[in-house]
């Protein structure tokens, strides 16, 4: 049902603005419109430019301050999409991308698209909803038991099994 109504959407998308732009041409004149479409279309390459390299380097400053890069890459590709919206002739595209030009809007757009991608993928995030907990018999991932070595720091004590397993292979 979803598919469909967004096919419509994308047909009628054209017509709409085709009849937005024969009014607005009529109201201010065929000049004034055709400026407020190539003004629109620049600052829509601007936009492009711009935030090609601005999302690399945002990604890869978060990876190197230890944090997932999706923040910073979901709104460098949210503003593409803005400039790509900007360069579709049309004023509805426009009004679509000066909305997504606006922080607090964008944010909300994207946790919207990832919450319906998740949900799409079947897949359950960790506390899901307000105050989840793990049902009865429910865990939360397999568990894995092993030991581990911090690399660069020595050892406090050294593990009793360790040391008993060093003496046994001595002894041999």
Known sequence: MAQL??????????????AVLIKTGQTIGLWPTLGLLVGAALIGGAIIA???LSVARRAQEAVAH????????LDGAF??????????????????????LIPPIRRKVARWTVRR????????????????????????GPIIEGEF??????????????D???AQSRSR
């Open 5 to 18: 109504l967004l096919g419509l959407a994308l047909i009628a998308l054209p017509f709409l603005e085709l």
């Open 50 to 52: 711009r935030q090609g």
């Open 66 to 73: 230890g944090r997932p890069p999706v923040g910073p890459v």
């Open 79 to 100: 503003m593409l999409l803005a400039g790509a919206l900007l360069i579709t002739p049309g004023f509805i595209t426009d009004a679509m991308a000066l909305a997504l």
């Open 117 to 140: 991608l998740v949900e799409r993928a079947g897949v359950r995030l960790k506390g899901d909803g307000p105050g989840r907990e793990a049902a009865a018999g429910e865990t939360e």
């Open 149 to 162: 070595v911090r690399l660069g720091e020595k050892s406090q004590a050294p593990h009793p099994a360790t």
């Open 164 to 166: 008993g397993d060093r």
